[in-house]
């Protein structure tokens, strides 16, 4: 009977070991598909200031140099999708766009405000 509890005991351990490498390779290979991701993120890192977000324009203001932007995720700055105004480095980059125009945009942070710093209409 105790050679039967060794065995068995001996059958568990093994099973165990066996699961602990199977999910040890599966999280190996995991990180080596992240890690190829790696080297596409790379090219359109959120701190690369060609990293353009995209939105909807809601509302052109040239008396307070703002536009209102419906946009997706601003990730170089953390934030997520909302509606809010941001004031433009140039005042022409009113003129080139009205509301309801899709852009791509990019905003960074300026003497304590966020600022688009590059604006382009959607085409």
């Not at 059958?11 to 390779?25: E, N």
């Not at 009113?94 to 085409?123: C, P, Y």
């Amino acid at each position: 009977m105790t050679r039967l509890f060794s065995l068995f005991g001996a059958l568990l351990v093994s099973t165990g070991l066996a699961l602990v490498a199977a999910d040890a390779s599966a999280q190996a290979q995991a990180q080596m598909h992240d890690h190829d991701q790696h080297g596409a993120m790379a090219a359109t890192s959120p701190d690369d200031p060609d990293t353009l977000s995209e939105g909807g324009v809601t509302k052109v203001d040239k008396d307070t140099g703002k536009l209102t932007i419906k946009h997706g995720p601003l990730n170089n700055l953390g934030m997520p999708a909302m509606t809010m105004a941001f004031k433009v480095q140039d005042p022409a980059m009113l003129d080139q766009v009205k509301a309801g125009e899709q852009v791509r945009f990019r905003v960074e942070r300026a003497n304590g405000s966020l600022v688009i710093t590059k604006l382009q209409v959607s085409k």
